[in-house]
């Protein structure tokens, strides 16, 4: 492996696709770059990316177009991952994704033995949250006193600068990732035990200066691989999604109406299906590429203290907050990894891979900064 121009492979040049590109070209990588829409690989071969020609659904496609490359940071749905990261481990090529499905997740870091052997680092849930956001919060974990926390919580959301519509909203990345997370259980730590509850419940005001008041709610893969890392120490420990007041009961009685189904209904003689339904409506009638804003609070709670970190980002011009704060947390690992900074092999969600200090030492190079706080929850929580 070079330690000069690492070799990189990035899968998928969708909006977080091509934001991994430009900051791996940036960082000095090979990029190459495949996806099965020719304009999103030309607007991705545009920011200095080598296009190819790969079929993530055919193994051996994938295996021959890993082959020659140190790494891969795939941007292509869940559904994916586990024979993604399989085949990183037959070719011996480290691997990141950006996850947010906690049962491929479990299915990939089951892999952990078989990557240790290859020599390569498997990693999933390299995103904003999953990802960024629990590195933060297991920073915040690592720097408390000895004895039980009380309560470790997340709050992140990718909002429009300016919201239109009932649902305040604007397609951010893809639609069927979005009822993904609305339709899964939900793990939390409750009195010390891990467990679920279900999404779009637990409702809060949160206060933002600027953006609330927001509404928070249960979504699914938030907390990455915490509750099980956490559990014991920690007596509650949860991840809530931020929206524009009302979003969230909106989704929450489309799920309660059974529109999140992917059974087939039978309709006048016709069989179909409620979600690919909903998710067509989605992408065609919601906006999408405006001005948008990323807002990340972490927080932990132990007896008299509490400290916690805030992220607030915007678009740049270039890329949205949320392609540059999923997109340039996975690039910044893969970084590390591809010039041997850190020395990390086996399959773990990124918490457990990389300190969140080190993740927002290089976020500070493409102006994602953080502030730190401590006392009351800034706006009551």
Not at 99 to 109: D, E, R, S
């Amino acid at each position: 492996m070079t330690t000069n121009q690492p070799v990189t492979l990035v899968l998928g040049a969708g909006i977080v696709g091509r934001a991994a590109v430009w900051d791996l070209v940036r960082r000095g990588h090979h990029v190459t770059v495949a996806d099965q829409d020719h304009d999103a690989v030309a607007a991705a071969a545009a920011l200095g990316a080598a296009p190819v020609a790969i079929d993530v659904t055919d193994r051996s496609a994938v295996e021959q177009g890993l082959a020659g490359h140190d790494v891969v940071v795939s941007a292509v749905p869940y559904r994916f991952g586990v024979d993604l990261a399989e085949a990183a481990i037959a070719t011996g090529t480290h691997y990141f994704d950006f996850g947010g499905n906690p049962t491929v997740v479990k299915a990939q870091v089951a892999l952990d033995e078989a990557a240790r052997r290859a020599g390569v680092a498997v990693v999933p849930d390299c995103g904003l949250a999953p990802g960024l956001a629990n590195a933060i919060a297991d920073d915040l974990i690592a720097a408390a006193a000895d004895g039980p926390i009380d309560s470790v919580q997340m709050r992140v959301g990718a909002l429009p600068a300016r919201p239109t519509g009932a649902l305040g909203y604007q397609l951010a990345f893809s639609p069927g990732g979005l009822i993904n997370e609305y339709a899964e259980p939900c793990e939390v730590i409750e009195d010390g035990a891990a467990t679920t509850v279900q999404p779009l419940g637990r409702f809060e005001t949160v206060e933002w200066e600027g953006w609330g008041p927001l509404e928070a709610f249960s979504t699914a893969g938030g907390t990455s691989s915490m509750c099980s890392a956490h559990a014991g120490r920690v007596d509650r420990l949860e991840y809530k999604t931020l929206r524009y007041p009302g979003h969230g009961r909106i989704f929450r009685a489309l799920l309660e109406l059974g529109m999140f189904s992917e059974r087939p209904w039978r309709i006048g003689g016709i069989e179909i299906a409620p979600r690919p339904v909903l998710v067509e409506a989605l992408t065609r009638n919601l906006p999408a590429g405006e001005p948008d804003v990323v807002l990340v609070r972490v927080w932990l709670e132990q007896a008299d203290r509490i400290e916690g970190v805030q992220i607030v980002d915007r678009h740049d011009g270039r890329f949205s907050a949320l392609a540059r704060t999923t997109a340039f947390p996975a690039t910044a690992l893969a970084d590390l990894v591809a010039r041997h900074q850190l020395d990390l092999t086996g399959a773990v969600a990124m918490h457990r891979a990389v300190p969140g200090r080190v993740l927002l030492r290089e976020l500070e190079g493409v102006g994602i900064v953080t502030e730190s706080w401590s006392g009351p929850v800034p706006g009551g929580g």
